[in-house]
C-alpha cells in the first residue's frame, strides 16, 4: 500500500467484505485536515483490484484538492464499490456500504458517483447519517449534477475570457465528450447562451436526445476529442487527456466535468501548455456538485450556493492569472491554490470550529 504508486500520504484506506450481501469496496481517506473526508460512492466492475484502488487513491486525492479550493470545510474522500461480472447492484448491498461507512464514525460521508443513484443514497441513510446527495423530500439537496455543469458554465464563460477575447458563448462551438448528468446538463446551458454543440457518447439514444433538443451536430466517440471547436468538454471518464490524444485536440480550451482528465498530471499539463492550450483543471471547474452537498452540512444551507458555484468563474480566472504571469501550467497553479488553503492557518482554525 505505502509503495502504491498513486499513494499520496493518505490517512487511512479501508478494504470492507460483507459476503451476505456481496460486497467488496475499498474507502480511502485522503485529508480530513480541514474537516470530514467528502466524495462519493463509485460502483462499478473493476479490471483489478489493483485497479480499485489506483482509483481511490486518485479519486479521494482529487476530493481533498476540490474541497480546498471550493473553501469547503471538508477533506477529500472517496469510496468504490466492486462489481464482480455480472453481478448488480441490490438495496442489501448499498445497505452493506452504509454500515461500512457508519463504522467510520463521520470521518468519510458519502454521496453519488458514476454508478449510484439517489435511491442507492437512500439505502445508505437506513444504516448512517454520513450521506449527502438525498432526495429533496428526504431533507437533501438532490442531484448534485445540476450545480456541476453551473460550475462548469462559469468555467468555460471564464476561459473564454481567457483565451478568445472578444468573443463570447454565442459565437464558440464546443465538443462535449459524455451526454449523462453532467454533459446534458450543460449541453442545455451553453445552447441556451447561444453555444454550437458537437457531442458524443456511447449511448445513441443520448446522442440522438442531444440532437433534438439542442441542434447539437453528432461525432463519433473516438474523435469528439479531435472535432473542429474552439472549447472541448471532456465530460465522461477520466485519463482522456493524454499522448494519443493531446497531438489531436483542435480545441484551443478544454473545460469540462470528468475526474482526473489528465492521465499523468505533470507531463501532460505540461504538453497541454506547450500546446497553447488553456486547461481549466479538472477539480475546480467540477466543483459545484461538491459545493451543493457540502451546503447539506452547513449553517447557511443551500441560500448560497448559487452564487458561490458562480464563483468557480473568478477562480478559474485567479488561476488563469496565475499560470500566465509565471509561466506556470494551470494545473500547477490550481495545486498551490489548493495547498496554500490546506495548509493556511485561517482554514485550519474555520475547521476546528
Ligand atoms: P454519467 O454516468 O451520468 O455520465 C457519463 C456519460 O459518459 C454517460 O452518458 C456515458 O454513456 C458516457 N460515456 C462513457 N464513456 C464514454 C466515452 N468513451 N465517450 C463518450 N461518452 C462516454 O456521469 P456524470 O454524473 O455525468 O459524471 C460525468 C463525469 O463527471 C464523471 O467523470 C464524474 O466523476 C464527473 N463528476 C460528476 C459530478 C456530478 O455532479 N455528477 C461532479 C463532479 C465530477
Redesign the pocket.
Known amino acids: 500500500m505505502f509503495q502504491h504508486r498513486s499513494f499520496a500520504d493518505h490517512e487511512q484506506v479501508v478494504h470492507v467484505s460483507d459476503p451476505a450481501v456481496g460486497l467488496r469496496c475499498i474507502i480511502a481517506m485522503h485529508s480530513t485536515r480541514l474537516g470530514p473526508a467528502i466524495g462519493g460512492c463509485r460502483v462499478r466492475e473493476y479490471g483489478s483490484e489493483d485497479e480499485a484502488l489506483d482509483d481511490v487513491l486518485r479519486l479521494s486525492r482529487g476530493m481533498t484538492m476540490k474541497a480546498a479550493v471550493a473553501n469547503v470545510p471538508f477533506g477529500g474522500g472517496k469510496m468504490v464499490v466492486l462489481l464482480e461480472p455480472g453481478q448488480t447492484k441490490t438495496p442489501a448491498l448499498m445497505r452493506g456500504v452504509g454500515r461500512a461507512i457508519a463504522r467510520l464514525g463521520g470521518h468519510y460521508i458519502t454521496g ?3 454508478g449510484s443513484t439517489v435511491a442507492d443514497m437512500a439505502e445508505i441513510r437506513e444504516e448512517t447519517d454520513h450521506v449527502l446527495g438525498l432526495p429533496p423530500e428526504a431533507g437533501g439537496s438532490g442531484d ?2 445540476p450545480s ?1 455543469a453551473l460550475g462548469i458554465f462559469a468555467g468555460i464563460e471564464a476561459a473564454v475570457r481567457a483565451r478568445l477575447p472578444g468573443r463570447g458563448l454565442s459565437d464558440i462551438v464546443v465538443a462535449v ?7 446534458f446538463n450543460l449541453c442545455h446551458l451553453l445552447h441556451h447562451a447561444g453555444a454550437k454543440l458537437v457531442v ?4 445513441p439514444e ?1 446522442v440522438a436526445r442531444a440532437v433534438t433538443a439542442f441542434g447539437a451536430t453528432s461525432c463519433e ?1 473516438q474523435s ?1 476529442h479531435a472535432a473542429p471547436s474552439d472549447v472541448f468538454s471532456p ?4 485519463a482522456g487527456l493524454n499522448p494519443g490524444t493531446i497531438p489531436e485536440i483542435r480545441a484551443r480550451i478544454i473545460a469540462g ?3 482526473n482528465q489528465l492521465a499523468d498530471e505533470t507531463r501532460d499539463g505540461g504538453a497541454l501548455m506547450e500546446r497553447g492550450i488553456l486547461y481549466a483543471p479538472d477539480y475546480v471547474i ?1 466543483s459545484g ?1 461538491m459545493i451543493q452537498l457540502a451546503a447539506e452540512f452547513l449553517p447557511d444551507g443551500q441560500a448560497d450556493v448559487r452564487r458561490r458555484v458562480l464563483g468557480i468563474g473568478d477562480t478559474l480566472s485567479a488561476i488563469f492569472d496565475r499560470s500566465e504571469r509565471d509561466a506556470i501550467p494551470t494545473h500547477a497553479a490550481a495545486a498551490d491554490l489548493a495547498e496554500a488553503r490546506l495548509y493556511s492557518p485561517a482554514a485550519l482554525t474555520a475547521a476546528a470550529q
Do not use: F
Request: hydrophobic residues 40%; glycine residues 20%; contains cysteine.
Open positions: 453519488e458517483d458514476v448534485p449534477s456541476t465528450q459524455g451526454l449523462g448528468n453532467v454533459g458524443a457518447d456511447v449511448r443520448l466517440v469528439v465530460c465522461a471518464l477520466g466535468g470528468a475526474n467540477n456538485g
